[in-house]
């Protein structure tokens, strides 16, 4: 072992004391011991115990735990500890200018175990209000968070998507009489991108490689590259004459291409120059990139698949009432602004404390304010909704007196997660058969690269919906994008409506139905099936 790897554990241990708030003494003598035996010239595995023990700040308790760390490779009073602390907060310690004493507030204030719901609850702005954090501090945070995804090589489509436009401009730049596009995961519109991939009509491309891109590896006509924020890359080259077939390759996958080839007698669709060349040749539907994922969609003629346009309203918004950062005007005013039609208010019911929700009087007050509003515009309407908690039992926040006054209600688990697939499914379908539920919030409660939501039957969640007259939300943050799009299938099937809702906590975030639309895309939702507030 190095003296690297050695030292590494005591910082560690340090690091997981601080998070208990053990002995700010031993903390601060573990902190110092991983600074002197990092530097060390000598190796610790080459020296005695008194050698070790001599050296400054060490002494006999440290020099112990050296020498249990060589013979073992573990230190039972990190295992101790670690016994005790859930892994994604031992994992947020990975997150560069996120330290522990910070960290212990988020755990213990806000009941976050993991980075996925750390950046959730920074989207949400839960932390502003808490000791020691504030507005840029939180914005910080989540650049930092975003900065930790990357170096883990699995990105949200949402921190990739602007980024990939700007290599591509920069390809662009550097050979601007060639076609360069974006292909892969990117093209196709994944929640999840893993590579982000070009395709260029260029053979001789090695003047573009340097300081701003880097060749790590080249297979033919296969770069394998990453910019010089570490992002991975991979550029594909093809001559002018096989652009369509190579577009067509590199953007579907090999499931999708397994499953068109068995569709058509044509088997040969080498050099054709455009996609659209190919589906005629199969005499199958063109298929859009997004419909590539898989086999669903070969040989299906789909038909205006949703867009962002077809969104008439805001649906999921929260203000300053509970967990939001702008007023209802601002929000109301913002979505207008951007030509929506209509917003639908829906802070949090009063159960959720951890993000100030609404008693009755509150409500009342809101109801009032929203009213004074309505009567300033002609052309725009503000609706009074609730995001009501979903109890454990399956009921919904709020006595019924209180529920029959709003104009529509979300309903979604926001507590209790921990449930097996039998009891989470219960819980839903009660909510869903509540008379009053007018929308399925985001139903697994899933976030993204961190959290995998509680298991639940979705036919029978689905067929709930259907039965009741209920809508499903596409939640459209990029951390939850829940009702995943693999299911949107189903429920056109059943005749259930999509309520895409940016679940947006300040004016900014109702952009996040961009991403909410992109993933309907991929899961072929029609504009048929999107519901509206009327």
Same mark, same amino acid.
């Given at each position: 072992?190095?003296?690297?790897?050695?030292?590494?554990?005591?910082?560690?241990?340090?690091?997981?004391?601080?998070?208990?708030?053990?002995?700010?003494?031993?903390?601060?003598?573990?902190?110092?011991?991983?600074?002197?035996?990092?530097?060390?010239?000598?190796?610790?595995?080459?020296?005695?115990?008194?050698?070790?023990?001599?050296?400054?700040?060490?002494?006999?308790?440290?020099?112990? !735990?050296?020498?249990?760390?060589? +013979?073992? =490779? #573990?230190?039972?009073?990190?295992? &101790?500890?670690? /016994?005790?602390? @859930?892994?994604?907060?031992?994992?947020?310690?990975?997150?560069?200018?996120?330290?522990?004493?910070?960290?212990?507030?988020?755990?213990?204030?806000?009941?976050?175990?993991?980075?996925?719901?750390?950046?959730?609850?920074?989207?949400?702005?839960?932390?502003?209000?808490?000791?020691?954090?504030?507005?840029?501090?939180?914005?910080?945070?989540?650049?930092?968070?975003?900065?930790?995804?990357?170096?883990?090589?699995?990105?949200?489509?949402?921190?990739?998507?602007?980024?990939?436009?700007?290599?591509?401009?920069?390809?662009?730049?550097?050979?601007?009489?060639?076609?360069?596009?974006?292909?892969?995961?990117?093209?196709?519109?994944?929640?999840?991108?893993?590579?982000?991939?070009?395709?260029?009509?260029?053979?001789?491309?090695?003047?573009?490689?340097? !300081?701003?891109?880097?060749?790590? +590896?080249? =297979? #033919?006509?296969?770069?394998?590259? &990453?910019?010089? /924020?570490?992002? @991975?890359?991979?550029?594909?080259?093809?001559?002018?004459?096989?652009?369509?077939?190579?577009?067509?390759?590199?953007?579907?996958?090999?499931?999708?291409?397994?499953?068109?080839?068995?569709?058509?007698?044509?088997?040969?669709?080498?050099?054709?120059?455009?996609?659209?060349?190919?589906?005629?040749?199969?005499?199958?539907?063109?298929?859009?990139?997004?419909?590539?994922?898989?086999?669903?969609?070969?040989?299906?003629?789909?038909?205006?698949?949703?867009?962002?346009?077809?969104?008439?309203?805001?649906?999921?918004?929260?203000?300053?009432?509970?967990?939001?950062?702008?007023?209802?005007?601002?929000?109301?005013?913002?979505?207008?602004?951007?030509?929506?039609?209509?917003?639908?208010?829906?802070?949090?019911?009063?159960?959720?404390?951890?993000?100030?929700?609404?008693?009755?009087?509150?409500?009342?007050?809101?109801?009032?304010?929203?009213?004074?509003?309505?009567?300033?515009?002609?052309?725009?309407?503000?609706?009074?909704?609730?995001?009501?908690?979903?109890?454990?039992?399956?009921?919904?926040?709020?006595?019924?007196?209180?529920?029959?006054?709003?104009?529509?209600?979300?309903?979604?688990?926001?507590?209790?997660?921990?449930?097996?697939?039998?009891?989470?499914?219960?819980?839903?379908?009660?909510?869903?058969?509540?008379?009053?539920?007018?929308?399925?919030?985001?139903?697994?409660?899933?976030?993204?690269?961190?959290?995998?939501?509680?298991?639940?039957?979705?036919?029978?969640?689905?067929?709930?919906?259907?039965?009741?007259?209920?809508?499903?939300?596409?939640?459209?943050?990029?951390?939850?994008?829940?009702?995943?799009?693999?299911?949107?299938?189903?429920?056109?099937?059943?005749?259930?409506?999509?309520?895409?809702?940016?679940?947006?906590?300040?004016?900014?975030?109702?952009?996040?139905?961009?991403?909410?639309?992109?993933?309907?895309?991929?899961?072929?939702?029609?504009?048929?099936?999107?519901?509206?507030?009327?």
């Amino acid at each position: 072992m190095t003296n690297k790897e050695i030292a590494g554990y005591f910082n560690d241990l340090a690091n997981i004391m601080d998070l208990h708030k053990e002995n700010p003494f031993k903390i601060k003598s573990y902190r110092n011991a991983y600074i002197q035996l990092r530097k060390l010239d000598r190796p610790l595995i080459e020296m005695t115990e008194d050698e070790v023990s001599s050296l400054k700040g060490i002494g006999k308790a440290i020099t112990s !735990k050296v020498f249990e760390i060589i +013979e073992t =490779k #573990e230190l039972q009073t990190y295992n &101790k500890y670690k /016994e005790k602390t @859930p892994s994604g907060i031992l994992e947020m310690l990975n997150i560069k200018g996120f330290g522990p004493s910070k960290i212990r507030v988020v755990w213990k204030d806000l009941e976050v175990e993991n980075v996925g719901e750390l950046l959730y609850a920074c989207n949400e702005n839960r932390l502003i209000t808490l000791k020691g954090f504030g507005q840029k501090t939180q914005e910080e945070l989540i650049e930092k968070i975003h900065f930790y995804y990357r170096s883990r090589d699995k990105f949200l489509y949402a921190s990739v998507e602007e980024k990939a436009e700007d290599i591509l401009k920069f390809i662009q730049g550097k050979f601007p009489e060639n076609k360069v596009v974006i292909v892969g995961e990117l093209r196709r519109k994944n929640i999840i991108i893993n590579r982000i991939e070009f395709l260029m009509d260029e053979q001789n491309i090695d003047s573009l490689f340097g !300081k701003e891109i880097i060749l790590l +590896e080249k =297979k #033919e006509n296969k770069y394998i590259c &990453k910019n010089e /924020e570490g992002y @991975p890359l991979t550029l594909f080259t093809c001559s002018k004459e096989e652009w369509g077939s190579k577009l067509f390759k590199y953007t579907a996958t090999r499931d999708f291409i397994t499953s068109f080839l068995a569709s058509t007698k044509e088997k040969d669709f080498t050099n054709l120059e455009s996609e659209e060349a190919i589906f005629k040749k199969a005499q199958l539907p063109f298929i859009l990139p997004e419909l590539r994922n898989d086999s669903t969609f070969v040989g299906k003629d789909i038909q205006e698949l949703i867009t962002e346009k077809d969104i008439s309203g805001v649906i999921h918004s929260h203000t300053t009432y509970s967990d939001g950062v702008n007023t209802i005007q601002e929000m109301a005013d913002y979505a207008k602004k951007l030509g929506y039609q209509y917003i639908g208010i829906t802070d949090h019911s009063k159960s959720a404390f951890y993000a100030n929700g609404l008693k009755e009087e509150k409500l009342k007050e809101q109801w009032e304010e929203i009213d004074q509003l309505n009567q300033k515009y002609s052309d725009f309407k503000i609706y009074k909704g609730i995001e009501s908690d979903i109890l454990y039992d399956g009921s919904l926040d709020y006595d019924k007196s209180i529920l029959k006054e709003f104009d529509f209600i979300i309903a979604s688990i926001h507590s209790q997660l921990k449930m097996f697939k039998e009891k989470a499914t219960e819980r839903l379908i009660k909510a869903i058969e509540n008379p009053y539920t007018t929308i399925l919030g985001h139903p697994t409660g899933r976030l993204l690269l961190s959290r995998q939501g509680y298991p639940i039957d979705h036919k029978k969640i689905i067929d709930a919906c259907a039965a009741n007259g209920v809508a499903i939300e596409l939640n459209a943050n990029p951390v939850r994008l829940d009702l995943d799009p693999s299911w949107i299938p189903y429920a056109m099937e059943k005749n259930v409506k999509i309520s895409i809702n940016p679940d947006a906590h300040s004016t900014r975030g109702i952009h996040d139905i961009h991403y909410g639309v992109l993933a309907a895309r991929t899961g072929g939702m029609t504009r048929k099936f999107l519901y509206h507030l009327s």
